[in-house]
């Protein structure tokens, strides 16, 4: 039984986890940094930070490849392959968003070129945080990740952890956070429902039950930190403003490492593959055959 029952993947581990985790919150702080620019929050650290954080997680991607000099094979299927455009997306993204926060920044000012680059890298950064989901989605072999209802949940926790560094950048750096800390409120809770919503989904139409039990096991760590300690600092942080600044920030690291966690048990501990199953049970000689079995299986 327990060759046929699913077992843990050993492809994809932290470092895989890492390229989720880097991808998705540097790529909702250039979405989110690009918005706070008009609210006097300044562009160029944000910009590098994201930037760096991408970096971060593509860095994790290649230390994972087993033949890392080989690398660039990852360009080679654009059209069937969701890593392949994430891969033709970044090689857009990083520089672009380097240029807009070099041409924002004191050093080398060019506010009508920086405005340009830090929209356009915006939405490429949309576009990457989408290929990421899809990464997921299309992983067809790992009940955990395939599902549809995950996809929802790793593009709005990308947005919440955006929002996490923005606060941290607007105590640090200045500039105004209260629609900032509104926003991350709205967008906790967002990935609190999305959460749910996947676990619910992912329970009904049936998942590996050592998988299952990874996700719940996780769950409480999850909400208590990531969403309902978030939001509780960030509603503290918007009544108490002389405080505001740092508690936003807290509010943004919870969120933060809510997210984290969350990515991390998702693609590195319940990552469990289909397994086998018997769609019916053989009989020798005559007679009808039993039922079917899926071992290892919550329905």
Not at 154 to 176: D, K, Q, R, Y
Request: proline share 6%; net charge positive; aromatic share 12%.
């Amino acid at each position: 039984m327990d060759r046929i029952a699913p077992w843990h993947q050993v492809n994809w581990d932290w470092r895989a986890a890492g390229n989720f985790i880097g991808g998705g919150s540097g790529t909702g702080l250039v979405i989110l940094a690009a918005v706070a620019t008009a609210q006097g929050v300044t562009y160029w650290p944000l910009g590098f930070l994201g930037t760096l954080l991408v970096g971060i997680g593509l860095f994790c991607v290649w230390l994972e490849i087993g033949r890392p000099w080989r690398a660039l094979h990852v360009f080679f299927h654009p059209q069937t392959s969701w890593m392949t455009r994430e891969a033709f997306v970044s090689a857009i993204l990083l520089p672009v968003t380097v240029l807009a926060a070099v041409t924002a920044s004191p050093y080398l000012p060019m506010p009508g070129v920086a405005v340009g680059a830090m929209w356009l890298a915006a939405i490429l950064a949309a576009v990457y945080l989408f290929c990421q989901a899809r990464i997921l989605h299309g992983s067809k072999g790992i009940p955990a990740w395939r599902h549809p209802a995950l996809m929802p949940v790793i593009m709005v926790t990308g947005l919440a952890e955006g929002c996490g560094f923005l606060l941290l950048g607007t105590a640090i750096f200045g500039g105004s956070a209260l629609w900032a800390l509104a926003l991350l409120i709205g967008l906790v809770l967002g990935r609190w429902l999305s959460w749910r919503r996947y676990l619910s989904e992912l329970t009904a139409t049936g998942a590996p039950t050592k998988a299952l039990a990874v996700l719940n096991g996780a769950t409480p760590m999850i909400n208590n930190v990531g969403h309902f300690g978030a939001a509780v600092f960030a509603v503290l942080a918007i009544i108490w403003v002389d405080a505001g600044p740092w508690l936003g920030a807290l509010a943004g690291l919870l969120a933060i490492a809510g997210g984290w966690w969350m990515k991390f048990m998702v693609i590195a501990r319940a990552a469990f593959n289909q397994g086998f199953a018997l769609p019916m049970t053989p009989v020798r000689g005559v007679g009808e055959a039993g039922p079917g079995d899926k071992p290892g299986w919550s329905a």
